[in-house]
């Protein structure tokens, strides 16, 4: 688990109360809309997501950058780099 | 005169066009919408096409509504779903006294989670103070809901008003609109409003279909769990032939609203103008102006309203005496005694709820046989003319 700080995020995806595997496919939509370079913050409350989505970047060549944990949710970084 | 049916509150017709839409969904066009060949993927295309029409009746975008089995499940999503979302943003919420069951009792259920809720009082027509919300706003405060217009009364509320002042406080706003959809224009930009319950059952749709419009990035804990569909936000596989069956009924209430508004509203007006005239103690519940088109209630003074809808139906005549799902309880009604109708007079309640299938002679029938069906009451009544003080503080308009 790699944790991190004041990680800038170009774009931000909101998926806290959203049922599993939302995680592993809305980040792939918005990344698509997205420039190679720029990083998106996903905020999720699914403990799963922080094997699930380092996972999903190396599978998906995308760059997971880290995590971040709040009184909220977890916040998780992948910089797009496809 | 077979039948005169005046309870489209509780149920509406399903015309033929709804019902051969939908019949395809239960034969052969059987796939299910999440699987990933031809034979499902056509189906959630259907699925998204209805999404879309459900959105355009009430001005929204389709990504903004979550399809459910029921209005009270769309009212059990939004209160709990934005409560329990929220719960580390606040723990208040504030309804009116006049929401419907699935309201109440779904704020009744935070209660015992902790939740803090504060009932708000109506004036005498069932109309919510914008000051009064204004003033319950706390810190804490994390939804607002408030009806659109009351099933019972028919009082549809100031919405984009009370909804402003939630806006500028930051606090979500929702509102009820069961009673409303389909009955009278709803825009949600017009409204303000963050969510909007509506159900098929109102205008025309099957019953077992309803939907929940949410704004953007709102978050929403589901009620069933499961996989994602609705885009993870409510488990279960669709409802395909319900879902199909909203979305035609949404396309004719969209086409049709404006001329049903007008044609139910000048049924309504010969109705209670109707009554004023033959029939005297009674009081008309509701806003006299600001109230739903087809909407007509009515207290009348010693006698009891379940005995007046029974005695209609042997003439062919079909109301209510309130909400359909409290009728049998043979309780007050928490709506008439929040708008200060005393009890022996809230027994006395009906309501008729006109569609645009209705038509003047069946208005002239039921003012031919009402005052005769109470007045046969009121001559059973022990109560009926003497003087029984309760019924002297409720004013008879």
Redesign the interface.
């Known amino acids: 688990m790699k944790f991190v700080k004041d990680i800038h995020a170009d774009e931000t995806l909101?998926?806290?109360?959203?049922?599993?595997?939302?995680h592993l496919?809305e980040p792939g939509d918005k990344l698509k809309c997205m420039k190679k370079g720029q990083v998106l913050q996903v905020l999720t409350d699914y403990d799963g997501a922080l094997e699930d989505i380092p996972a999903w970047c190396r599978k998906c060549g995308e760059e997971f950058i880290g995590i971040e944990e709040d009184?909220?949710c977890y916040k998780i970084y992948i910089k797009k780099t496809k | 005169m077979d039948k005169v049916y005046l309870d489209h509150a509780s149920a509406t017709p399903v015309r033929k066009r709804v019902i051969d839409a939908m019949l395809p969904y239960f034969g052969e066009q059987f796939g299910n919408p999440s699987v990933v060949y031809d034979m499902g993927s056509k189906i959630k295309l259907v699925v998204e096409e209805q999404r879309a029409k459900v959105a355009d009746l009430i001005g929204a975008k389709a990504e903004n509504i979550i399809f459910t089995s029921s209005g009270a499940e769309a009212n059990n999503l939004a209160i709990k779903g934005v409560a329990l979302g929220r719960q580390k943003k606040g723990n208040h919420i504030i309804i009116s006294a006049i929401e419907h069951h699935s309201v109440l009792n779904s704020a009744r259920f935070l209660e015992r989670l902790d939740f803090e809720v504060t009932f708000l009082q109506v004036d005498q027509y069932g109309i919510v103070d914008p000051e009064r919300l204004r003033s319950a706003i706390t810190p804490e405060t994390v939804l607002v809901s408030i009806m659109h217009a009351n099933n019972e009364i028919g009082t549809i509320e100031p919405i984009a008003e009370l909804a402003s002042i939630c806006r500028e406080k930051g606090v979500f706003f929702h509102t009820d609109a069961v009673a409303s959809v389909g009955n009278v224009k709803v825009d949600v930009k017009e409204l303000n409003v963050d969510l909007l319950s509506l159900s098929g059952a109102s205008f025309g749709a099957p019953k077992g279909i309803g939907a929940l419009y949410f704004a953007k990035n709102m978050r929403l804990m589901p009620l069933i769990h499961g996989g994602i569909q609705e885009n993870g936000r409510r488990a279960g596989t669709e409802n395909v032939p319900g879902i199909v069956g909203l979305g035609a009924a949404a396309e004719f209430a969209r086409e049709e609203i404006l001329e049903k508004t007008e044609s139910v509203r000048k049924l309504r007006d010969l109705l209670i103008a109707g009554v004023r005239e033959r029939i005297d103690k009674f009081k008309l519940t509701g806003h006299p102006v600001q109230r739903l088109p087809g909407h007509a209630s009515f207290c009348f003074e010693a006698i009891e309203g379940e005995s007046l809808v029974f005695l209609l139906a042997q003439a062919g005549i079909y109301a209510n005496t309130g909400s359909a799902c409290a009728s049998k309880a043979l309780k007050t009604s928490p709506v008439l005694t929040a708008i200060g109708v005393p009890p022996a007079l809230a027994q006395g309640s009906v309501v008729f709820t006109i569609d645009k299938s209705n038509y003047l002679e069946e208005i002239e029938y039921v003012l031919e046989k009402l005052p005769v069906a109470v007045d046969r009451l009121r001559m059973l009544s022990p109560i009926w003319g003497k003087e029984v003080p309760v019924y002297q503080e409720a004013a008879c308009t």
């Open positions: 909101d998926l806290v109360c959203r049922m599993c595997p939302m496919l009184e909220e």
